[in-house]
């Protein structure tokens, strides 16, 4: 579920609505992984602490979808998939757990001292001037 915001960032909104249907299922799929016994969200379920993770993943990729494409897309979207979701996803919305909206993983550095928050690139090493690809088989 980590991913599937990237996809949409990637689709423009109309060809990502062709497809959001496939997704919907495992998503919640996801998220009732993480129920504990009291229909809370993120509890202590059969699913462990993968369990968790997958629906804290899920729940945050909702919310992306909701912001992105729209709250009403969304809730009609599922709604023509399975309608019991519904009650799942209007908690999801409702709370928002302290989770960002974006499903994309946030780089942050433990010292103050950089005042850019954008992840640090790993440098390339650089190539000699007459690099040639290698083609692939043995050399005559």
């Not at 990237?6 to 009732?32: H, I, M, N, Q, S």
């Not at 009650?87 to 974006?102: H, K, N, S, Y």
């Amino acid at each position: 579920m980590g991913r599937l915001p990237d996809v949409a960032r990637a689709l423009d909104k109309r060809t990502f609505k062709l497809y959001l249907e496939d997704f919907v299922e495992p998503a919640f799929y996801c998220c009732d992984m993480g129920l504990d016994e009291t229909g809370g969200v993120g509890g202590g379920g059969g699913g462990g602490g993968a369990g968790r993770l997958a629906a804290a993943a899920a729940e945050q990729c909702l919310r992306f979808l909701s912001s992105h494409l729209g709250p009403n897309i969304l809730r009609g979207r599922v709604e023509q998939v399975h309608p019991r979701y519904l009650a799942t996803l209007d908690q999801i919305l409702d709370d928002d757990g302290g989770v960002p909206m974006d499903c994309s993983p946030s780089f942050s550095s433990s010292s103050s001292s950089s005042s850019s928050s954008a992840p640090v690139g790993i440098p390339m090493p650089s190539r000699p001037g007459n690099y040639a690809p290698s083609l692939g088989g043995t050399p005559t």
